[in-house]
C-alpha cells in the first residue's frame, strides 16, 4: 500500500540527530520547507534510567547502547559476525546524543593534514581555520561549557559557559598529570553549567550516557529540535526510510518510508540531505541502488560504506583510599588530555590518543569492573560489599585512539538479516589495525602511570572498553576527487548533486577527539552552503 499524497518539500533530512536536527534548523530558519524523517521516536526524560534506583540494571538490557541487546522497535538489527566491536548508536529524536557523554572537543588542526604530516591516509579538502567559524557558532547555540586558553588548540578559543566543576577525581587526576609534566585542561562539554535556553544546568547525577533526567544536556532533542519546530520545520516519527529514489539523470527526486504500520509514504523533494550515521548512512546509500546507480547512490568510486573509523577505547580504572565523590557527573569528561595527540619520532606507531577522565557510575559498575581480574573468594561475602563501595572512591581514565581509515573496515548490505519491516540489515566488518593496537597498549600504560602517579591503590586496565564506541566515521568520505571520495567538502554528492551527507561518515580521518563537535560544525557548514547554492538554483529538481 503506497501513500502517495504527500505534499512536496524543499529539503528531506533522514535522521534527527546532531547533524539532521542542525540541517533542518538551519534550512527551516532561512524559510525553506523542510520535512525531517525519523525511525524512532520522542524519549520522555522521565523515562530515562537514571531516574530509577535500579537504573543500572535497567542499562544492561532495555537501555543499553547496543541495538543488537535493546531492541526496540525502531532499531534495526546489525549482523556484528565480521566485527571486533559492536558499534553503538541509537534511533530516536536526537539520535545517538540522547546517549553520549556530551564530551565536546575539537579536532585539532594537524587532524586535517594527516597525509601531509605522517605520511599516512589522506588530507581533507578543508583545513581547521575554515571550520572555525562553524565551530564557534555551534559552541554559543548550544551553550557549550568550557575554559578558554587551552594550549593543544589555536588561541583565541573560548566557551559561552564556564567550565563544569572537575571535582575531587579531577583534582586529583590533575595532581597527578602535573606530576609527570603532561598536558591537562578541564573537560569541555556540552553541558551547561548554567540554565541555557531550555536546558538545566547540569545537577551532576552522573548517567548522562543513558539520558539525562534533568535536562541538562544538550542532545539534540533539547537544544536543537525546539527551535527547529519553531522554525517551521515538520518532524516525521515512526518513519523508517528504505529507499532514495532518483531519476535517470541519478539526481534525487523523492524518498521512500515506511510508517508504523507498515504503510509506504513517498516524500518528494528539491533535496535530500541523509543523516543517519556512519552506518545507517551507507546502509541507505547501498538499498538505493538504480539504473543511474547501479552500485548504490553516490557509490561510483566504490567507496560507500568503506574506510569505517569506530575509535576503540581503552580505559583504565584506578580506585584511591579516600572518598573522591566519584558518582557525581558529568559523564562527560572531568579533565582531558592532548600530551600524546599526534606523531612522535620516537614512537614505533603513527597519529595518537585523546586522554580524560570520567566519573565511576555506580555500586554495579565497580563489581564488574573487579570481576575478571579477581577469584571468587575476592567477591564473595563481605569483599563484594567493599568493591561496591569502591565506586565513589573511582577514577576512570579513558583514551580515544585514532583509527586510520581502512577499505577493508566496511559497512555492507547482509544477504540474509533483515529489520521488522524486511529491509536488508547492515553487515558491520570490522578489525583492529596493528597501529591502532600500539596505540591501545601505549594508551593503557600511559594512563597506568598518571593513576600510580596519582596515588591510586589499585588499576583495573581494559584494552577495548565494552558499551562502546559510539563514532561511526568515515564511510561517505569527503574530498575533491570524485574517484576517491563520496561528497565534496560541502558534504554535496559527486554523483548526484541534490544529495547531501552532513553526519560523520563523510570524515576523511577520525582524530582521536570525541567527534560530535566537528559532526555538528561541518552539519552547519553543509547546511549554510546548502542554502546559498538552492538560493542560487543550483539545487533543483
Known amino acids: 500500500m503506497m501513500d502517495d499524497n504527500t505534499a512536496d518539500a524543499d529539503a528531506v533530512v533522514i535522521g534527527s540527530g546532531p547533524s539532521g536536527a542542525i540541517m533542518t534548523y538551519t534550512l527551516a530558519e532561512a524559510g525553506f520547507k523542510v520535512v525531517c524523517l525519523e525511525q524512532g521516536d520522542w524519549v520522555n526524560p522521565s523515562d530515562y534510567p537514571g531516574n530509577k534506583p ?84 555551534i559552541d554559543a547555540f548550544m551553550g557549550v561549557s568550557g575554559l578558554g586558553g587551552d594550549p593543544a588548540y589555536p588561541d583565541g578559543l573560548d566557551y559561552p559557559l564556564p567550565p563544569m566543576p572537575i571535582g575531587k577525581g579531577g583534582m586529583r587526576a590533575a595532581a597527578g598529570m602535573n606530576k609527570l609534566g603532561w598536558h591537562w585542561w578541564p573537560g569541555t562539554n556540552a553541558i551547561p553549567s548554567q540554565k541555557f535556553k531550555a536546558m538545566s544546568a547540569c545537577a551532576r547525577w552522573g ?77 541507505l546509500l547501498l538499498l538505493s541502488d538504480s539504473t543511474a ?23 583504565v580504572t584506578g580506585y584511591y583510599d579516600d572518598d573522591l565523590d566519584s558518582w557525581k557527573g558529568p559523564s562527560g569528561q572531568n579533565i582531558h588530555s592532548m600530551e600524546f595527540y599526534d606523531t612522535r619520532p620516537e614512537h614505533d606507531f603513527v597519529r595518537g590518543i585523546k586522554m580524560m577522565t570520567l566519573p565511576t557510575p555506580g555500586p554495579l559498575n565497580a563489581i564488574e569492573t573487579r570481576r575478571e581480574a579477581s577469584t571468587f573468594d575476592e567477591l564473595w561475602g563481605p569483599a563484594i560489599h567493599h568493591a561496591a563501595r569502591s ?41 583492529i589495525a596493528d597501529n591502532t593496537w600500539k596505540l591501545i597498549k601505549f594508551a593503557v600504560d600511559r594512563m597506568e602511570e598518571v593513576h600510580a602517579a596519582s596515588g591510586a591503590a589499585e588499576t583495573f586496565p581494559v584494552e577495548v572498553m565494552p558499551d562502546l564506541p559510539g563514532h561511526l566515521l568515515g564511510t561517505a568520505r569527503m574530498g ?62
Open 54 to 137: 535500579e537504573w543500572e540494571l535497567l542499562i544492561q538490557k532495555q537501555w543499553a547502547h547496543d541495538p543488537n541487546v535493546r531492541q526496540f522497535a525502531s532499531d534495526y538489527p546489525l549482523d556484528v559476525s565480521a566485527s571486533a566491536i559492536a558499534p553503538s548508536m541509537f534511533n530516536g529524536v536526537g539520535g545517538s546524543t540522547v546517549y553520549y557523554g556530551a564530551e565536546w572537543p575539537r579536532l585539532l588542526p594537524s587532524d586535517f593534514h594527516v597525509r601531509t604530516l605522517d605520511g599516512v591516509a589522506d588530507d581533507w579538502p578543508i583545513t581547521y581555520a575554515e571550520l572555525a567559524p562553524d565551530y564557534d557558532e
Open 207 to 283: 548517567v548522562c550516557e543513558w539520558g539525562c533526567p534533568e535536562s541538562a544536556k544538550a542532545s539534540a532533542d533539547i537544544a536543537w529540535w525546539p527551535h527547529a519546530l519553531k522554525s517551521g520545520a515538520t518532524l516525521v516519527t515512526g518513519a523508517r526510510v528504505r529507499r532514495i529514489e532518483t531519476r535517470s539523470d541519478g539526481r534525487a527526486d523523492a524518498v521512500l518510508w515506511l510508517d508504523r504500520h507498515g504503510v509506504e509514504h513517498r516524500q518528494r523533494a528539491n533535496a535530500v540531505v541523509v543523516c543517519a550515521n556512519g552506518v545507517g548512512t551507507p546502509r
Open 293 to 315: 546507480h547501479p552500485d548504490g547512490l553516490g557509490n561510483s568510486s566504490g567507496l560507500v560504506g568503506k574506510n569505517l573509523m569506530l575509535h576503540p577505547n581503552p580505559g
Open 391 to 431: 565506586h565513589a572512591r573511582g577514577i576512570i581514565w579513558a583514551a580515544n585512539t585514532e583509527d586510520l581509515p581502512e577499505e577493508h573496515n566496511r559497512v555492507t548490505l547482509d544477504p540474509k538479516l533483515v529489520d521488522n519491516h524486511g529491509i536488508p540489515a547492515p553487515k558491520v566488518s570490522y578489525t
Open 480 to 541: 575533491n576527487d570524485p574517484a576517491t571520495s563520496v561528497v565534496d567538502s560541502y558534504g554535496r554528492m559527486h554523483d548526484s548533486p541534490n544529495v547531501f551527507v552532513a553526519d560523520g561518515s563523510v570524515f576523511v580521518t577520525s582524530g582521536s577527539a570525541n567527534p560530535t563537535a566537528t559532526i555538528s560544525a561541518l552539519a552547519l557548514r553543509i547546511a549554510k552552503n546548502l542554502v546559498r547554492t538552492a538560493k542560487d538554483g543550483t539545487v533543483v529538481r
